[in-house]
């Protein structure tokens, strides 16, 4: 799997962005987002139970993620297709503020090294990538456990600061200063 300080691999996929069949698929890539923090989470597959509580969780948080200069964007193994059609019969995904991305060749997971070799699918990863390209943490949970946006968000804050943060620090608290 790919680590702290890799550059995020290349990538060009297909999104959806909204529930309207005409404007609904737009290609991304890394340059779509330039110069933007990129929040990249992951998940096994549409119409299950666990990843749709996450996306709603991320969801809830956009605005916050967006005042910090950073692009949020799902990614599971499943069509461009099968991702509107779950948009348009789950109530909790019908209005999302970001793209979900579809790696339905695999390519990407394989390349961050998070395709599931008993599943065939994404694991459940997030990865936080700076402006430069640059992986700055990452956070992998079992396919039966979902993961903590807010805890992502603290630690986009805590990367943000460019200072030594303790354990539990939260945005406004004092950085540690050596010396």
């Known amino acids: 799997m790919l680590g702290i300080g890799q550059k995020f691999p290349q990538f060009n996929l297909k999104a959806v962005v909204n529930n309207d069949i005409k404007t609904a698929f737009t290609d991304v890539t890394n340059d779509s987002f330039k110069g933007k923090w990129l929040v990249a989470f ?28 950073a692009q949020v964007l799902t990614f599971s ?19 999302l503020a970001f ?12 390349a961050l090294g998070i395709l599931d070799p008993n599943e065939g699918v994404a694991q459940r990863a997030t990865f936080i990538v700076d402006p430069e390209g640059t992986i700055r943490f990452v956070y992998v949970t079992d396919l039966s456990v979902g993961r903590n946006p807010k805890e992502v968000l603290r630690v ?7 200072e030594l943060c303790p354990c539990n620090w939260e945005k406004g608290q004092e950085t540690l200063h050596v010396g």
């Open 99 to 110: 793209p979900m991305v579809s790696d339905l060749k695999r390519e990407l997971t394989t």
């Open 77 to 95: 193994t499943d069509s461009e297709h099968v991702h509107l059609a779950w948009r348009k019969s789950e109530k909790d995904l019908s209005n």
């Open 156 to 162: 986009l804050d805590g990367l943000q600061t460019d």
């Open 42 to 69: 992951f998940y096994p597959k549409d119409f299950t139970f666990v990843c749709p509580t996450e996306i709603k969780g991320f969801n809830e948080l956009n605005g916050q993620f967006k005042d910090r200069d």
